[in-house]
């Protein structure tokens, strides 16, 4: 039974306190969140208690985490407000013994930090708190920040209008794309952001709202203009990236959009791709599509849904019709879904929507909702583990159950389907999911089972893998947790055996500890008790969050000095000793017993923040040789111009000369086979951008219908890859080596028998070499670059440094090829996989290629960075961004404030307009082991389907309304806002947007949102409320990404998680809705409007 969340709302005078010490002289809210049933409101470590102090006017101005800290004491976080009530500034967190009182952070925050209490960096320990600047008008727009530290600078926001030298082209769209003239003065406003590196990007708007020019200054003489053309309906249309303004070429530097009348968008072109059209059915929904490949090839895309507009499969089917033609057909159908048919393989009918003459032949995914009624095996049934002793629930009602996948064989054709069942336990938490396993054995299965520490919150306590290849074959991988008594992971313990010889092999591998604020501050690696680790990572940040310095060292005895296997330290300073924008100005490093740095770089970047290049280091007046420098980029930030220095290595020239985005050919001077070869190669590509030609490694490339590799032919060998539809890589045969991969295992074919290759550990890996197993670990820089592997006994049997667009130095050997390296560890630059045979990097969604620091296909979210070649890596500064999974780069430094007040539920701090890197551009923590630990259970659930859908790979969202056991207690003094929830509402204007931050906007503007419908939370009434010409429409933004915003996915079922795709399809694609909208994010202490993002 699902636990309802109870709200008590009791005055000051009736109210008995979490401690006793709240300050009853403030207005504040206490809010608990229960992990255990039945548990004493003030037991810390099974309830998470947090007070809320708002001034007489209703605003926070401190939130108490209680207890919260490692110590034990309090976390607290305050802001100020101006004489008008914006917020001026925001402190950083800080520890004390408060018991859940109101303190004064004005006083106590600057000696706590001065005194170091949270082991900062110690060079800027000044200015604690953040601060926010506004134009002294009625307006009282942002005009500036500035971050803690008494290093940081002012970056400012100024309010213009164009002026007639800046020469702002007016481009139209009717028919077709017209070029008239330029903006009159003052017809546009500009916003202009000038961050604190000085690097200044403007946007220009015009009267209607719309966003018509982003400019980044590159430098006084080089500006990068990216145009957006609307037509009259105010549907963007064409997208013209920087470089078409050199080469109008709409082909190749131009996204272009086609619309029907109801605003959906039926064609589209990305740079570098071809076409792709979409079919919709009369209820908004897209049910065929194709991309440039599938049109040559006679195919079509299909997806199709059940009664609840759930997408339930996918598949493909040849048909010789046009868009308009099948648009017409779909319009004359009568259907509205498919019905379950639980005793077919396919689950569903097949011919109630369209296509009406599809077959189980045609389908490629197939997802199950709500019940366990579709046909599976009987392996493929719930099992209760020893020690998981859980029942799952029958019905998960709005959960996907389970699903299956078909295999893409490397021949072309269609393989086996692979059936895979989640199940839930009664609070909605995923505690078994069993899938087959692909070429593993005839009835091969994976069984993982999960058990949590509470029994109402998600806390993962211990993760059984159980790959069962035979009746007497089983490969086990155990993963327990310890978490302190806020839940922060303390130590994993884990413990791998191998089914075919019966040997096993358990350590604790991995233990963090904490600050006082919660921010890791040490990893240890390898014991087999948990008390005699003897290799620890120690990290120091600084006041802004930033990771300064990352030192692993080792003991020879227990109690002997530490001795280093590898340091690296890093700066963020301009010339003049200030912070950067978050662009990292140097980067150092050692190796095993050195006493001090011994390599290193100083980097440049250009007015666009693009790495422009390199400077060796001297250590004992010798400079540090291995770099990469005069790297020149085009208006699109494709690399022109790249020398890689150690010996003579490369010295390179791009062309792109007729192929726009899409490389033509390479050159290398350098006289050095090493990275590129000497010469001069050329490249060539499909209709989809994917890579097919690589004359640098002589390789022939051919792909599924996914845009993922297939054959790979290089020196008359042929290399093959088999995935599944759902986008997940099974095998791989190679020249030297069979692979086969199944979740974290991997296996080798040897004397035709599956052996046991390889486990992936948290930090680690699990090998079989010489008949036993053995631990590896890996030390890791900022990027989750490996740089050092040592084994259980601190011997070090891999080190490698990189170049920063991710080429491995080789000093031992500099003619052996990047293909045929690292046979130790394959896990490398950003932690991903080199391809046996090519020197590729395996990402997920595509493949990277160092030695040019481009991809071999076109980026599938191409859409959320359009200034950008889609083939470009790490917005061209890979010595600060990464690429998780090939679709979307990030900064994998998350402020350590960030992920205090996330994981607290603080408010937020303020957010720049600006989406160029300023200090609240945060996105990942540095530290993967939470974060995988976090991902278990979603993982999970997302393994139950995935829907293939416009030649990407799209998981279904699996998200739901989570039960919240959450009491709130409101102590009220002298509140003068009415807080009560739906009260003051103002009917017809109608908020949306993120679960998260919703109901806080909606009660700071008087909007209606979900609860307030008469039936609730239901798409429906949603998609009515937009429908409605009457209604004004709110979107609050805050928490998004442009990912989540470009991609209009309509597919989603009525989660918190994923309503926001279809709310914003729907406003896109509804005439009148979009005009109807206003968007705000949280910025500066309250909700302001911006600009509309498309």
Not at 871 to 890: E, S, T
Not at 1081 to 1092: A, H, L, V
């Amino acid at each position: 039974m699902k636990h309802i969340p109870s709200y008590i709302l009791v005055l000051v005078s009736l109210l008995q306190s979490v401690y006793g010490q709240q300050t009853n002289s403030q207005n504040y809210i206490i809010s608990r969140i229960y992990k255990q049933a039945g548990t004493n409101a003030n037991q810390v470590d099974k309830v998470n208690i947090q007070v809320q102090y708002m001034d007489g006017l209703g605003r926070i101005i401190q939130t108490l985490g209680v207890k919260q800290s490692p110590t034990g004491s309090d976390i607290i976080q305050s802001v100020e407000y101006d004489a008008l009530g914006r917020q001026a500034k925001q402190y950083l967190p800080y520890v004390a013994s408060a018991n859940g009182a109101f303190q004064d952070a004005a006083t106590a925050a600057p000696i706590w930090y001065t005194t170091n209490s949270a082991l900062l960096k110690a060079d800027d320990l000044t200015r604690p708190f953040s601060e926010t600047f506004y134009e002294s008008t009625p307006l009282g727009r942002l005009t500036g920040q500035k971050a803690p530290g008494g290093k940081s600078a002012n970056s400012s926001l100024e309010y213009k209008v164009n002026t007639t030298n800046e020469n702002i082209k007016r481009y139209d769209f009717s028919s077709s794309l017209t070029s008239n003239g330029s903006y009159g003065p003052g017809q546009l406003t500009v916003l202009q952001n000038t961050d604190e590196y000085g690097k200044v990007v403007r946007q220009y708007t015009d009267m209607l709202g719309q966003m018509i020019c982003k400019q980044v200054v590159v430098s006084p003489s080089q500006t990068l203009s990216t145009y957006y053309v609307y037509d009259d309906n105010g549907w963007l249309r064409v997208v013209l990236q920087p470089k078409y303004q050199i080469d109008a070429n709409l082909t190749n530097y131009a996204f272009q959009y086609d619309y029907d009348s109801r605003g959906r968008v039926i064609v589209k072109k990305i740079p570098g791709s071809g076409i792709t059209e979409i079919v919709y059915d009369k209820y908004d929904r897209p049910v065929m599509s194709r991309d440039a490949n599938q049109t040559a090839r006679g195919f079509w895309g299909f997806t199709k849904y059940d009664a609840l507009n759930r997408p339930v499969i996918t598949g493909e089917i040849q048909l010789s019709s046009d868009r308009v033609t099948l648009a017409g057909s779909v319009d004359t159908g009568t259907e509205h879904h498919e019905i379950r048919n639980n005793a077919a393989t396919e689950g569903y009918t097949l011919n109630k929507t369209a296509p009406t003459n599809a077959t189980l032949d045609n389908l490629r995914t197939i997802t199950f909702y709500d019940d366990y009624a579709f046909s599976k095996g009987s392996s493929m049934s719930y099992n209760t583990a020893s020690g998981y002793g859980t029942t799952p629930v029958t019905s998960p009602k709005t959960y996907s159950t389970g699903g299956r996948s078909r295999v893409l064989l490397s021949s072309g054709s269609m393989g086996d389907w692979l059936t895979n069942v989640v199940y839930y336990d009664s609070e909605y938490r995923t505690i078994q999911s069993v899938r087959e396993l692909y070429d593993l054995g005839s009835n091969a299965v994976e069984r993982i089972s999960m058990k949590y520490l509470y029994d109402l919150a998600g806390v993962v306590a211990e993760q059984k893998t159980e790959q069962i290849l035979s009746a007497s074959v089983t490969n086990t991988h155990l993963a327990t947790y310890t978490y302190d008594h806020a839940d922060r992971l303390l130590e994993v313990k884990e413990k791998v055996t191998n089914g075919l010889n019966s040997t096993s092999k358990e350590a604790f591998t991995i233990a963090q500890r904490y600050n006082t604020l919660g921010q890791i501050q040490s990893k240890w690696f390898h014991s087999t008790d948990n008390t005699k680790y003897r290799h620890r990572t120690d990290y120091t940040n600084n006041i802004r969050g930033w990771v300064t310095d990352g030192k692993t060292v080792y003991k020879t005895l227990a109690n002997s000095p530490d001795k280093s296997i590898f340091a690296f330290g890093m700066e963020y300073k301009k010339d003049d000793g200030n912070y950067t924008n978050g662009s990292i100005s140097k980067v150092q490093w050692q190796s095993k017993d050195e006493s001090d740095f011994t390599a290193g770089l100083t980097f440049e970047y250009d007015g666009a923040s693009r790495l422009s290049g390199s400077t060796g280091i001297s250590y004992a007046n010798v400079p540090y040789p291995n770099k990469e420098s005069n790297i020149l980029y085009d208006e699109n930030g494709n690399i022109t111009n790249l020398t890689r220095s150690g010996a003579s290595v490369d010295n390179l020239t791009y062309q792109y000369t007729g192929t726009g985005n899409k490389l033509f050919s390479i050159s290398d001077n350098s006289g050095n086979d090493t990275g590129v070869k000497n010469g001069t190669y050329s490249y060539t590509y499909d209709a989809n951008g994917n890579m097919l030609t690589d004359g640098n490694r002589g390789a022939v490339i051919t792909y599924n219908y996914l845009n993922l590799p297939r054959t790979v032919v290089i020196n008359g060998k042929t290399l093959a890859y088999d995935y599944d539809a759902s986008g997940d890589k099974h095998k791989y045969v190679g020249a030297a080596m069979t692979l086969k991969y199944a979740n974290q295992f991997e296996y080798k074919r040897v004397n035709a028998v599956d052996s046991l290759y390889r486990v992936g550990l948290n930090d680690a890996q699990a090998v079989y070499r010489n008949g036993s197993l053995k631990f590896e670990y890996y030390v890791k820089d900022h990027l989750g670059n490996v740089r050092v592997v040592f084994d259980e006994t601190g011997k070090i049997i891999q080190k490698s440094d990189f170049y920063p667009f991710g080429l491995e130095i080789n000093k031992d050997n500099p003619v052996t090829s990047q293909a045929s390296r690292n046979t130790t560890n394959r896990y490398l630059y950003n932690e991903k996989e080199l391809q046996d045979g090519t020197g590729f990097l395996d990402y997920g969604a595509r493949m990277y290629m160092p030695e040019i620091g481009r991809w071999t296909a076109v980026d599938p979210l191409a859409e959320i960075s359009r200034r950008f070649s889609p083939y470009v890596y790490g917005f061209d500064n890979p010595v600060r961004f990464i690429d998780p999974d090939g679709m979307a780069a990030k900064d994998p430094q998350k402020s350590w404030v960030q992920i205090i007040l996330d994981y607290l539920g603080f408010f937020k701090s303020p957010e720049s307009t600006e989406e160029a890197a300023t200090y609240t551009k945060r996105q990942e923590n540095f530290n993967s082991i939470t974060n995988s630990l976090v991902k278990n259970g979603e993982d999970l659930k997302r393994k139950a389907g995935y829907i293939p859908f416009f030649g990407a790979i799209t998981d279904i969202a699996q998200g739901h309304v989570e039960k919240d056991n959450t009491q709130v207690v409101i102590g009220m003094a002298s509140l003068i806002l009415d807080s009560f929830p739906g009260a003051g509402k103002t009917t017809g204007k109608i908020a949306l947007g993120l679960d998260k931050d919703l109901f806080k906007f909606a009660e700071s503007k008087g909007f209606q949102t979900y609860r307030d419908f008469s039936s609730g939370f239901q798409k429906d009434k949603i998609l009515s409320a937009i429908q409605n010409g009457s209604n004004e429409l709110h979107f609050n933004l805050t928490g998004f990404s442009h990912y989540r915003y470009s991609k209009f996915d309509p597919t989603g079922h009525v989660t918190f998680n994923n309503i926001t795709n279809w709310e914003l399809h729907t406003i896109y694609n509804t005439p009148g809705a979009l005009e109807r909208t206003k968007f705000y994010k949280f910025i500066n202490g309250s909700y302001q409007e911006i600009p509309k993002p498309f």
